[in-house]
T-cell receptor, first 108, second 114 residues
Framework: GQSLEQPSEVTAVEGAIVQINCTYQ??????LSWYQQHDGGAPTFLSY????GLEETGRFSSFLSRSDSYGYLLLQELQMKDSASYFC?????????FGAGTILRVKS | DTAVSQTPKYLVTQMGNDKSIKCEQN?????MYWYKQDSKKFLKIMFS???????INETVPNRFSPKSPDKAHLNLHINSLELGDSAVYFC?????????????FGPGTRLLVL
């Protein structure tokens, strides 16, 4: 089976740095993905980590530690438009299993 | 150009009715998916097709029947709609069936069953 845990809600101020954690339990782990979803919108892909370490894409970075079954999404220089839900997901048997999502609220 | 499109965007219907949702992707991908997102935003896969063949069929009531006439299209037909079917249904596609592939989601169909 598989399960993922991430915080339900995180609040931060504009310009700050925020980290959204994800811990997982799954057999046959291949990699950890992150998706962003704005209210009323569709999930959009942010990043994928198959190997341990940090992947950076602009203001967003994603980290994976396979030995700790843990990853995080790091958002820097927060902007109001970053207010959204963020989902971690693991591959399991040719499908993606999503966490429950973290609502990020960015305040001015 | 819309990569993954769904119709209709909104669907309001009565309990017991039958309805269909259509999805098309113009990305040339081999694999398409249907997801259900409930009111708590939990996103769960329902079905997946690879080159018109069903490869994932989660524990979904058999009132839900997917159909893929070709690899660019995946439709979802729902019989005898129930209140609990109210949700947002997302179609998605990916280049292949590997779970590590980036999935591209359609805009969603908001279904409300009264």
């Amino acid at each position: 089976g598989q399960s993922l845990e991430q915080p339900s809600e995180v609040t931060a101020v504009e310009g700050a740095i925020v980290q959204i954690n994800c811990t997982y339990q799954t057999s046959g782990f291949y990699g950890l993905s992150w998706y962003q979803q704005h209210d009323g919108g569709a999930p959009t892909f942010l990043s994928y980590n198959a190997l341990d370490g940090l992947e950076e894409t602009g203001r967003f970075s994603s980290f994976l530690s396979r030995s700790d079954s843990y990853g995080y999404l790091l958002l820097q220089e927060l902007q109001m438009k970053d207010s959204a839900s963020y989902f971690c997901a693991v591959e399991y048997g040719n499908k993606l299993v999503f966490g429950a999502g973290t609502i990020l609220r960015v305040k001015s | 150009d819309t990569a993954v499109s769904q119709t209709p965007k909104y669907l309001v219907t009565q309990m017991g009715n039958d309805k269909s949702i259509k999805c098309e992707q113009n990305l040339g991908h081999d694999t398409m998916y249907w997801y259900k997102q409930d009111s708590k935003k939990f996103l769960k896969i329902m079905f997946s097709y690879n080159n018109k063949e069903l490869i994932i069929n989660e524990t979904v009531p058999n009132r839900f029947s997917p159909k893929s006439p070709d690899k660019a299209h995946l439709n979802l037909h729902i019989n005898s709609l129930e209140l609990g079917d109210s949700a947002v249904y997302f179609c998605a596609s990916s280049p292949t069936s590997g779970g590590q592939e980036t999935q591209y989601f359609g805009p969603g169909t908001r279904l409300l069953v009264l």
